[in-house]
Every structure is written in structure tokens, then in C-alpha cells.
């Protein structure tokens, strides 16, 4: 298989994780959301800790620990990963899946408002039009629900941020991670600890299956990860963008079709919209991608 055919299946397999993820954590009930993240955070900065050292990554560790500018956009990272992972566990588990999933198809939206009013980056017409739409389908949501869908809002802007700081950050995705899980494992390990000494710890006592289900957790975040990471390095960018909708399309499409969430006319009016902006939002990309390399080729062949 060519390295760019591997990298697609590479990207395929982290977002179709990313977007069967709701058939996981209901598996860890009666373990409440908080409960469920502190276990994923505990779980995964084990995984992650024996992956830096099985890939040899332990020097760029250390070098995370002495930048400051680093390690303060690893910090801030860590912060809103944990408010997104509470988001949208607490999400699947209350029956708004398909509310999660639309935090994920705007998610490449409000990313580029932040660009806009973070980094002074400028629009182009067709992509001023996209935000109009996805605009006008966030009201049309919010009638449909009687109250802005803050599932959906909150981890747009909490993967965002989570994304513009790592981009800022510029380093490995493992040990970066591995830093995210280490700064926030202790307060995970004590809230852990507070459940088991009041006799509210649900690890251990529903079985093995379910306690091996709940250390599993740490498997389940580093797994997408690890193929996501070796899809970067394989294939082009818009490629990899266009793969980023395969995890909300699953997400939405067992909210509707497995675990069967309402889905009212405005609702899917709302949605609708939401994929208008995107197409259009994409369309551009993709030719004004294409568009600057026709220019590169030509600048570089005069």
C-alpha cells in the first residue's frame, strides 16, 4: 500500500473511533460524566506515559517541562480538553448525540472565526457567506430547542481553543498530550479517591468487564491519536480536512438512526443549514487551494 492510501485508511480508522466514541461511554454507565472523565484522564496518562517511552519520545517530554512558553499553551490546552471531554461525555450520556455531533460539523467554523478575531486573519467573500449560513442555522437551532444548543457551542469552542493552542504550541502530538494528561491526573486521581472514600466509586463494583471497560479508557483516547498522527504525515491537508466531517456524520448518524433522538422539522432545517455553510465553506477552500498552486507552478516555470 502507497503512503498516501495508508494515511487515508490511518485517517479514516482516528475519525471513525472519533465518531463511534458515543457507542463507547455509555458502556461505562452507572458512572456518572465527571466520574468517567477523571477515569479517562487517570487512564490515559498511563497509556501515554508507557507510549513516550516505547517510542523513545521521554527527551522531547523533558523539553515540554523546560520551555515555559511551551508548557504554558500545554497548560491552557489541558484546561479546555478537560471542559470538551466533560462536554461531550455528559452529552452522549443524555441523550444529545446529535446535539454533540453538531458541535463537530461547526467545530471547522469557529475555528476560523478565531482566526479572524485572534490572529487578524482576513475572510474571503465565499467563506463571509458560509458564516452567514451557519449564522442563520444556529437561530434556526435555537428555536428549534427554545435555548442555544451549548452542547454544541461549547465544545466548538472548546476544541478550537484546544486546537489554536497546540497549533501555537507547535509540538509532538504524543508527548503533548502525555504533558495535557499529566497536569490534569491529579486532580482526577483525588476526585477518584474522594468518590471511593464516601462509598460513591463505581470502578470495581459492577464486575471485572465493567472495571476493565473503564481502565480501557486511556487505550480508547491514545489509539485515534496515534492514527491520526501518522495520517498527518501521509497525506495532504485539504485531504485531511475533508476527513474531519467522517466523525460528526457517524456521530449524527447514530443519534438519529441507533439511539433515536428527536429530530423535528426545524431541527433538520437547522442541520441542513449547517451542511450548506460547510459545502460552501469547503468548495473554496479546496479551489483556492488550487488556485495558489496553478499560481506556484506558473510563478516557478516563468
Same mark, same amino acid.
Given at each position: 500500500?502507497?503512503?498516501?492510501? #495508508?494515511?487515508?485508511?490511518?485517517?479514516?480508522? $482516528?475519525? %471513525?473511533?472519533?465518531?463511534?466514541?458515543?457507542?463507547?461511554?455509555?458502556?461505562?454507565?452507572?458512572?456518572?460524566?465527571?466520574?468517567?472523565?477523571?477515569?479517562?484522564?487517570?487512564?490515559?496518562?498511563?497509556?501515554? %506515559?508507557?507510549?513516550?517511552?516505547?517510542?523513545?519520545?521521554?527527551?522531547?517530554?523533558?523539553?515540554?517541562? #523546560?520551555?515555559?512558553?511551551?508548557?504554558?499553551? *500545554? $497548560?491552557?490546552?489541558?484546561?479546555?480538553?478537560?471542559?470538551?471531554?466533560?462536554?461531550?461525555?455528559?452529552?452522549?450520556?443524555?441523550?444529545?448525540?446529535?446535539?454533540?455531533?453538531?458541535?463537530?460539523?461547526?467545530?471547522?467554523?469557529?475555528?476560523?472565526?478565531?482566526?479572524?478575531?485572534?490572529?487578524?486573519?482576513?475572510?474571503?467573500?465565499?467563506?463571509?457567506?458560509?458564516?452567514?449560513?451557519?449564522?442563520?442555522?444556529?437561530?434556526?437551532?435555537?428555536?428549534?430547542?427554545? !435555548?442555544?444548543?451549548?452542547?454544541?457551542?461549547?465544545? $466548538?469552542?472548546?476544541?478550537?481553543?484546544?486546537?489554536?493552542?497546540?497549533?501555537?504550541?507547535?509540538?509532538?502530538?504524543?508527548?503533548?498530550?502525555?504533558?495535557?494528561?499529566?497536569?490534569?491526573?491529579?486532580?482526577?486521581?483525588?476526585?477518584?479517591?474522594?468518590?471511593?472514600? !464516601?462509598?460513591?466509586?463505581?470502578?470495581?463494583? !459492577?464486575? *471485572?468487564?465493567?472495571?476493565?471497560?473503564?481502565?480501557? $479508557?486511556?487505550?480508547?483516547?491514545?489509539?485515534? *491519536?496515534?492514527?491520526?498522527?501518522?495520517?498527518?504525515?501521509?497525506?495532504?491537508?485539504?485531504?485531511?480536512?475533508? *476527513?474531519?466531517?467522517?466523525?460528526?456524520?457517524?456521530?449524527?448518524?447514530?443519534?438519529?438512526?441507533?439511539? !433515536?433522538?428527536?429530530?423535528?422539522? %426545524?431541527?433538520?432545517?437547522?442541520?441542513?443549514?449547517?451542511?450548506?455553510?460547510?459545502?460552501?465553506?469547503?468548495?473554496?477552500?479546496?479551489?483556492?487551494?488550487?488556485?495558489?498552486?496553478?499560481?506556484?507552478?506558473?510563478?516557478?516555470?516563468?
Amino acid at each position: 500500500m502507497g503512503e498516501s492510501r #495508508r494515511g487515508l485508511a490511518l485517517g479514516v480508522a $482516528a475519525y %471513525g473511533i472519533w465518531g463511534a466514541f458515543p457507542l463507547y461511554w455509555p458502556l461505562l454507565e452507572p458512572a456518572g460524566a465527571m466520574e468517567i472523565l477523571a477515569h479517562r484522564m487517570l487512564w490515559s496518562v498511563v497509556t501515554m %506515559g508507557l507510549l513516550v517511552v516505547a517510542l523513545r519520545r521521554t527527551t522531547q517530554f523533558r523539553a515540554l517541562l #523546560r520551555d515555559r512558553r511551551v508548557f504554558t499553551l *500545554l $497548560a491552557l490546552a489541558a484546561a479546555v480538553i478537560t471542559v470538551n471531554w466533560f462536554t461531550y461525555i455528559w452529552g452522549v450520556n443524555n441523550g444529545r448525540v446529535v446535539e454533540t455531533s453538531l458541535g463537530y460539523f461547526i467545530n471547522p467554523l469557529v475555528t476560523v472565526l478565531m482566526g479572524v478575531f485572534i490572529l487578524g486573519e482576513r475572510l474571503r467573500p465565499l467563506q463571509w457567506v458560509a458564516m452567514g449560513v451557519a449564522g442563520a442555522a444556529v437561530g434556526v437551532l435555537t428555536l428549534d430547542y427554545g !435555548h442555544l444548543p451549548w452542547v454544541a457551542i461549547v465544545l $466548538a469552542f472548546s476544541f478550537g481553543s484546544y486546537g489554536l493552542a497546540k497549533k501555537t504550541a507547535n509540538v509532538g502530538a504524543v508527548e503533548s498530550l502525555t504533558l495535557e494528561t499529566t497536569l490534569v491526573a491529579p486532580f482526577a486521581a483525588l476526585y477518584i479517591g474522594w468518590l471511593v472514600a !464516601h462509598g460513591e466509586s463505581n470502578f470495581g463494583t !459492577h464486575g *471485572l468487564p465493567h472495571a476493565l471497560l473503564i481502565t480501557s $479508557a486511556g487505550i480508547v483516547t491514545a489509539i485515534p *491519536l496515534i492514527c491520526f498522527g501518522a495520517a498527518a504525515t501521509r497525506v495532504s491537508m485539504v485531504s485531511l480536512g475533508l *476527513l474531519q466531517y467522517l466523525a460528526p456524520i457517524l456521530q449524527f448518524a447514530l443519534g438519529v438512526l441507533y439511539f !433515536h433522538e428527536d429530530m423535528p422539522a %426545524g431541527r433538520w432545517a437547522g442541520f441542513v443549514l449547517v451542511w450548506v455553510a460547510l459545502a460552501i465553506f469547503t468548495v473554496e477552500l479546496v479551489t483556492h487551494r488550487r488556485r495558489q498552486l496553478r499560481l506556484t507552478v506558473v510563478a516557478s516555470t516563468a
